[in-house]
């Protein structure tokens, strides 16, 4: 048979590989200095957009989208060509996806630094950029497919099934969970309300870990830790096990998420089952990494690509074991709304994505530039510096979150709360700042690295288009003997892709359509009104301002928190709310029942300066809400697109909107000025106050009406 030759692009994986580069270093700048905030509210400069409640999601989006994002494109343009022996689909279409791609990403950063935000967990970007994401991820699959179609090897290997599962998977969870209505150009609501909008969050959030974070890094692991061993998978029946039972029980798992809040019981309980579940296929995985390396012992201890690569294993083989562990719900009514839960986070991103990322920067980049790396010292510093700096940030973490759930749950003997909460962030402060110390650290190794491969690069010279030769794939592809059936799927990309699509999909059906279709998941009150057009100005402002990064709107059904905040969440109290605000970390206090709960001057002087309040708050000054205004000219949009959401405003509302938004706002103004606080009626801080005072007070007047029935 006549050989063809070809030549592999190495250009379009050099500038993903830069790009993984750049964005790890912006990332992990962006979380130090949040981690700084916690415990330093100085470092917010009392400028908006430096403020942790922005600067968050920039960190995680950039860690997540920009640095994963690029190393996982780095890794499947390099692994892709090769595993199929064929250059890439269409060289246009790479540059279009990268160009594409860190548009977006700049985009992105920009946008949530200014506080345009949808307020949903790592898809806080605004719908305008979801359109042009979605678009380049079809571009890239479209390159994908391609590259395969035309691909000069008969069977798919095991890292493509990853690439395939990971393209179809994210795809489904970024059409699904970015359904919303445009309001302006940069500012939607969410198609789904509170319970429902919950499920399908972290439904979506849940699957962005494993299907952006875990498969395609799986994918990544089966292609170059072989490659780098010099040895075989260890096993092929394991591969297969692997990779089915584990995009089929991924999925079920979001609602582990929301264990003893206003989501239904059973779907609680479905998500607990399928995490449990869990452990077996990701172990399996674990252990087929590993195993790989049988033989090859000393080569490890000699090779720093090998040891990123085995920390990185075993990092994910720890976190997917913790994380069927945390729900559980009894060791989840411990962690959850804690600092275990951004523990158990960090193991995964920083030991199983950071890591194997390096690996394969180590690995991959010497051979593109045809040299050696510049230096096996200085990579060994990088892996002994990041391995001490996950230490150093994982453990005070652990230690902060029994710490928090302990004191947040200890009575005295008469039966009264121990611990104010305020109480309960002071004593772990130390942690915070051990955990920042861990971050400099594993962010002194990544320059180390920046170093080393700057000088690896000037060493050699990039080819950018490699030779390669092989056969071509015959026409009709003749089966010699008796071959594994999975070899029949594994010629046939579009069946799996298709089969991927199912295992995948039947899990998110089976619990979302019946918590949208089944009435009683969702139980009315009928004390429950739409917000005010000045609370709705005001929620809006509480979503960009990012305050849901610290503070939650739901009290679970525990003694302590009913104690501490009052009347536990109902699933009816949030159908008006678009997006869902219940939050997933409480670095401050849950915030349900905030309505009522102090007067106009305490909120107004609460967010002029914390510490006035609350000697000691960590909470950052946003004292530009005084002077600010509310956009008024908005109010119509937003009040129709509330309607249109099924929000019960009377017909022509948005006409009317704005008298009523004056007559609420001068009433606050009147309240502040009774205190000597001067505000405008239309300002920021006015809006806000109208939505915190509203906040729980709904469920209040239904218990009301319930008490005065039973008498």
């Not at 791609?101 to 949903?120: N, P």
């Not at 499920?199 to 699957?207: I, K, M, R, S």
């Amino acid at each position: 048979m006549q050989v063809e030759k070809f030549y592999y692009d190495n250009k379009i994986v050099k500038m993903f590989a830069y790009a993984t580069i750049l964005w790890g270093v912006v990332g992990m700048m962006a979380g130090l200095l949040a981690a700084v905030q916690i415990y330093l509210p100085g470092a917010n400069m009392n400028f908006a957009p430096t403020t942790f409640g922005r600067l968050r999601p920039v960190h995680t989006n950039a860690v997540i989208f920009a640095f994963v994002g690029n190393g996982i494109f780095m890794g499947v343009y390099y692994s892709l060509q090769r595993l199929c022996k064929a250059r890439m689909f269409n060289d246009t279409l790479s540059k279009i996806h990268f160009w594409g791609w860190q548009s977006i990403i700049v985009v992105g950063a920009l946008t949530l630094l200014a506080g345009y935000t949808t307020g949903k967990e790592y898809a806080e970007l605004e719908w305008p950029v979801d359109i042009a994401i979605t678009v380049i991820w079809v571009l890239f699959g479209i390159n994908i497919f391609g590259t395969i179609i035309k691909r000069r090897e008969s069977h798919l290997y095991v890292a493509i099934w990853f690439y395939i599962a990971t393209w179809v998977t994210v795809a489904m969870l970024h059409i699904v969970n970015s359904f919303e209505i445009p309001v302006t150009f940069m500012k939607s609501y969410s198609w789904y309300a509170g319970v429902q909008d919950a499920l399908v969050q972290w439904w979506y959030g849940h699957n962005a870990v494993a299907f952006f974070l875990t498969t395609p890094y799986l994918g990544l692991m089966y292609y170059f830790l072989p490659k780098a061993a010099n040895r075989p998978v260890y096993s092929y029946r394991l591969s297969i096990i692997h990779f089915w039972a584990l995009i089929f029980m991924y999925i079920w798992a979001g609602p582990h998420h929301l264990l003893y809040t206003a989501l239904p019981d059973w779907a609680q309980s479905l998500g607990v089952v399928f995490s449990v579940m869990l452990i077996a296929p990701s172990w399996g995985g674990m252990l087929n990494g590993l195993f790989t390396l049988r033989g090859a012992w000393d080569k490890v201890r000699e090779e720093p690509v090998l040891k990123f690569l085995v920390v990185a294993v075993t990092c994910y083989g720890m976190a997917t074991f913790e994380g069927p562990l945390l729900s559980l719900k009894n060791v989840n009514g411990i962690a959850h709304y804690t600092d275990w839960i951004v523990a158990h986070v960090h193991v995964g991103a920083l030991g199983w994505n950071g890591f194997l990322t390096f690996g394969v920067l180590y690995w991959l980049i010497p051979r593109i530039f045809a040299t050696n790396l510049y230096s096996k010292k200085l990579a060994n510093t990088h892996f002994w510096l990041g391995t001490l700096g996950i230490v150093l940030y994982a453990v005070p973490l652990y230690w902060a979150g029994f710490m928090q759930s302990m004191m947040w749950k200890t009575f005295t003997p008469e039966g009264q709360l121990k611990y104010q909460f305020l109480e309960t962030v002071t004593s772990i402060l130390p942690m915070y700042v051990a955990r920042s110390v861990g971050g400099a650290f594993y962010l002194a190794g990544v320059f180390v690295m920046v170093y080393n491969i700057y000088r690896t690069v000037k060493s050699g010279k990039l080819v950018a288009n490699e030779a390669a030769e092989a056969a071509p794939l015959p026409k009709v592809l003749e089966v010699h003997g008796k071959q594994h059936w999975h070899r029949w799927i594994e010629r046939r990309p579009v069946q799996m892709l298709v089969f991927s699509l199912i295992a995948v999909a039947i899990g998110g059906v089976l619990e979302m359509v019946p918590t949208f279709l089944v009435k009683s998941n969702v139980p009315t009150i009928t004390a429950v009104k739409p917000y005010t057009p000045l609370e709705l100005h005001g929620r809006d402002l509480y979503i960009k301002e990012g305050c849901y990064t610290c503070h939650s709107q739901m009290i679970r059904p525990f003694r302590d928190e009913v104690a501490r905040y009052g009347e536990y969440s109902k699933a009816g109290e949030f159908v008006y709310d678009h997006p869902f605000q219940w939050g997933s970390k409480r670095t401050g206090p849950d915030l349900a029942r905030i309505g009522g709960k102090y007067p106009d001057s305490w909120h107004y002087n609460h967010m002029l300066d914390p510490r006035i309040m609350s000697p000691g708050s960590i909470m950052p000054s946003y004292s530009w809400m005084l002077d600010n205004k509310v956009d008024t000219a908005s109010t119509g949009a937003k009040i129709r697109a509330m309607q249109t959401l099924g929000v019960p405003y009377p017909a022509g509302y948005d006409k009317q909107a704005n008298a009523d938004l004056l007559v609420q706002g001068n009433k606050i103004k009147a309240s502040l000025k009774k205190d000597k606080l001067n505000a405008s009626s239309t300002s920021e801080i006015v809006a806000l106050i109208a939505y915190l005072q509203r906040v729980g007070t709904d469920i209040k007047a239904q218990t009301k009406e319930e008490t005065a029935s039973l008498k």
